[in-house]
């Protein structure tokens, strides 16, 4: 059974970078094809991929952001970390982590809650 | 990036048919594979995939769900539609990077 939670820091201020976990079970980021990606939802763009870590360490970043973004992973912990530079109020919504199955042209199998970030001075 | 667009509402009765659409502005299918992919997100939870692949249930989805399309439309079907499909749906390709999303449908009650 699959699960995923993400847990951050709630609340930050403008230019702060913002640290994210994303804990998952059910599956491991040392298996073949598997990835962990980052989606955001916010009033302003909606939902809104971010970037994904693949089983071999690749990483893929939404161009949009990605000077951004750093993303890496704990395999033998089971979890996935998101970074985001430098943010502003823009960057308030809500961050989901998400199990990806498909290298290529793959789709967001299982979501977590997802955690709530406001920035905000 | 590959814009989705998606009616902002749909009203519906239940036990009625709800066809909810999704255009793509460019075609998001390889040869005959089709790369969109919907979710239902409600109030307060976070989304759940329903189809992927434009026509294939995911794990548990109930039957009444069902999805079609190609090129650049597809549709989202709910038949019936029961009280606890209200709910946004939200359409995404993986045809191009990077992925992308609808702003989604809000399925209410007439």
């Known amino acids: 059974q699959v699960s995923l939670k993400e847990s951050g820091p709630g609340i930050l201020q403008p230019f702060q970078t913002l640290s994210l976990t994303c804990s998952f079970s059910g599956f491991s980021l040392g298996t073949s094809n598997m990835g962990v990606g980052w989606i955001r939802q916010t009033s302003g763009k909606g939902l809104e991929y971010l970037a994904t870590i693949w089983w071999d360490d690749d990483k893929y970043f939404n161009p949009s952001l990605n000077s951004r973004l750093t993303v890496s992973k704990d395999t033998s912990n089971n979890q996935a970390f998101l970074k985001i530079t430098s943010v502003d109020t823009a960057d308030t919504g809500t961050y989901y982590c998400?199990?990806?199955?498909?290298?290529?042209?793959?789709?967001?199998?299982?979501w977590g809650q997802g955690t709530l970030v406001t920035v905000s001075s | 990036d590959i814009v989705l667009t998606q009616s902002p509402v749909l009203a519906v009765s239940l036990g009625q048919r709800a066809t909810i659409s999704c255009r793509a502005s460019?075609?998001?299918?390889?040869?005959?594979?089709?790369?969109m992919h919907w979710y239902q997100q409600k109030p307060g939870q976070q989304p759940k995939l329903l189809i992927y692949r434009a026509s294939n249930l995911a794990s548990g989805i109930p039957a009444r769900f069902s999805g079609s399309g190609s090129g650049t439309d597809f549709t989202l079907t709910i038949d019936p539609v029961q009280a606890d499909d209200i709910a946004a749906y939200y359409c995404q390709q993986s045809r191009e990077s990077p992925d992308t999303f609808g702003a989604g449908t809000k399925l209410e009650l007439k």
């Open positions: 460019q075609s998001v299918s390889i040869s005959s594979i089709n790369l």
């Open positions: 998400t199990q990806i199955r498909r290298r290529v042209h793959g789709w967001f199998a299982y």
